[in-house]
């Protein structure tokens, strides 16, 4: 098991280019999130899913997409980037019956 | 609305020391409360769960942590640290089944020798 994997792991984009992270888990977990990580601000919820095809905003999605074709998969997309979108991202699942939330790597974005 | 409350950004404690970190949440119903540890350029990792039942429990690396209702706190213990605890903890209140975490805003431990 690979648990959550998150790609890429380093990014760096100007000002209004776009870009798509992925997040995959092999864990056949219902729940994936997204959250983003600012010093002093601990974690907040860009969006999240409850399954196959549903997607719903957290508490700060502005500028930011995301999809969810595939069980497995969970993507997050920059439309135009902003350099107030510089920040680490991280994907997390789980199944909802244990509640236990599992973390990918991270993915350390800088606009320019 | 749900929120977490981590009163210390940073703590320093001298390896061998106890620790204690404190956690404070506001939630309208039953908690599930979280204890995480992120070490540098790490994702997190869990180190405790409450549920329900006994209000101490055991977590990995040691740790324990306290659910005290009344005091609407969860705060996370270590008897004797290690340099390697040095990191940075965040605790996460949410609800049963579907869950959208709130987390704190983090403790970041530093351990001297």
């Known amino acids: 098991n690979a648990g959550v994997t998150q790609t890429p792991k380093f990014r760096v984009l100007k000002t209004g280019q776009s870009m798509t992270l992925l997040c995959a888990q092999d864990?056949?977990?219902?729940?994936m999130y997204w959250y983003r990580q600012d010093p002093g601000m601990g974690l907040r919820l860009i969006h999240y899913?409850?399954?196959?095809?549903?997607?719903a905003k957290g508490e700060v999605p502005d500028g930011y997409n995301v999809s969810r074709l595939k069980k497995q998969n969970f993507l997050l997309g920059l439309e135009s980037a902003a350099p107030s979108q510089t920040s680490v991202y991280f994907c997390?699942?789980?199944?909802?019956?244990?509640?236990?939330?599992?973390f990918g790597p991270g993915t350390r974005l800088t606009v320019t | 609305a749900q929120s977490v409350t981590q009163p210390d950004i940073h703590i320093t404690v001298s390896e061998g020391a106890s620790l204690e970190l404190r956690c404070n949440y506001s939630?309208?119903?039953?908690?599930?409360l979280f204890w995480y540890v992120q070490s540098p350029g790490q994702g997190l990792q869990l180190l405790l769960k409450?549920?329900?039942?006994?209000?101490l429990v055991q977590g990995i690396k040691g740790f324990e942590a306290e659910f005290k209702r009344s005091q609407s706190s969860f705060n996370l213990r270590k008897p004797s640290v290690h340099w390697s605890d040095a990191a940075e903890y965040f605790c996460?209140?949410?609800?049963?089944?579907?869950?959208?975490?709130?987390f704190g805003t983090g403790t970041r431990l530093l351990v001297s020798p």
């Open positions: 864990m056949n977990h219902e729940y």
């Open positions: 996460a209140v949410g609800g049963t089944g579907f869950q959208k975490l709130v």
């Open positions: 409450y549920f329900s039942g006994d209000t």
């Open positions: 899913s409850v399954g196959e095809g549903t997607t």
């Open positions: 939630y309208g119903a039953t908690p599930y």
């Open positions: 997390a699942s789980h199944t909802g019956v244990s509640s236990e939330q599992y």
